[in-house]
């Protein structure tokens, strides 16, 4: 039924996979150009594929300003910076879909005063303007105005001997682990092993980070 609804556009979606691969690494002279092509064969090719997914930067290329869909979902969001928030710009409806408890952007590179200006300068009446820096992630700026939370706790990845020390360390034991430990070829995951040594400045344990590299190479 699918491939009958979207062969109206099969013209158009074979143009923009063909001009896909003209662009290649996009650094030849015609790129800028093909890039622009690109967009306005999808644009009527969108419709030939129900769900379109890809990497937030093949979606900036891809899509311009005008395209719609009816949903957006943005996986991995606590991991996206501010400029996620164009590709929310492309849905009637968007979900985001995170955790707090991974590591954040930190705007490698990024110019903080200039930053600062672009936020006295756009966002005086955005609420929390100074968050809008980079380093807060598309995950957390969404918090501010999501209507509602849904917290997935059934956890199917690694076996409960993994995930044990991330769920009681950062989940507060609200994880169910479901996979089953004898689903791995693993005999043992976690090795206890003891190391004589103390702090010596702040946090420091040098005996400890000399023991761990030993066993890294061994």
């Given at each position: 039924h699918q491939a009958i609804a979207a062969e109206p556009y099969r013209p158009h979606l074979v143009g923009w996979q063909q001009t896909q691969t003209r662009i290649g690494k996009g650094t030849g002279k015609l790129a800028p150009e093909l890039r622009l092509k690109a967009q306005q064969q999808l644009k009527l090719a969108q419709?030939?594929?129900?769900?379109?997914?890809?990497?937030?930067?093949?979606?900036?290329?891809?899509?311009d300003i005008d395209s719609q869909f009816d949903v957006v979902i943005v996986d991995?969001?606590?991991?996206?910076?501010?400029?996620g928030l164009l590709a929310t710009y492309l849905g009637k409806k968007?979900?985001?879909?995170?955790?707090?408890?991974?590591?954040?952007?930190?705007a490698v590179g990024t110019d903080s005063e200039f930053a600062r200006r672009l936020q006295h300068q756009y966002l005086s009446d955005i609420p929390n303007s100074h968050l809008y820096d980079g380093q807060t992630s598309?995950?957390?700026?969404?918090?501010?105005?999501?209507?509602?939370?849904?917290c997935l706790r059934e956890h199917f990845r690694c076996v409960p001997a993994i995930i044990g020390f991330s769920n009681q360390l950062s989940y507060q034991g609200q994880i169910k682990a479901l996979r089953e430990p004898a689903s791995s070829h693993l005999l043992t995951h976690v090795v206890p092993y003891r190391v004589q040594g103390e702090r010596s400045v702040g946090k420091t344990n040098v005996q400890e980070a000399q023991a761990i590299v030993h066993l890294v190479q061994a």
């Open positions: 419709y030939a594929v129900p769900v379109w997914i890809m990497p937030l930067a093949e979606v900036f290329r891809s899509f991995e969001a606590s991991q996206v910076d501010i400029k968007v979900v985001i879909v995170g955790d707090d408890e991974q590591v954040s952007p930190d598309l995950y957390d700026l969404t918090k501010q105005v999501a209507r509602g939370q849904l």
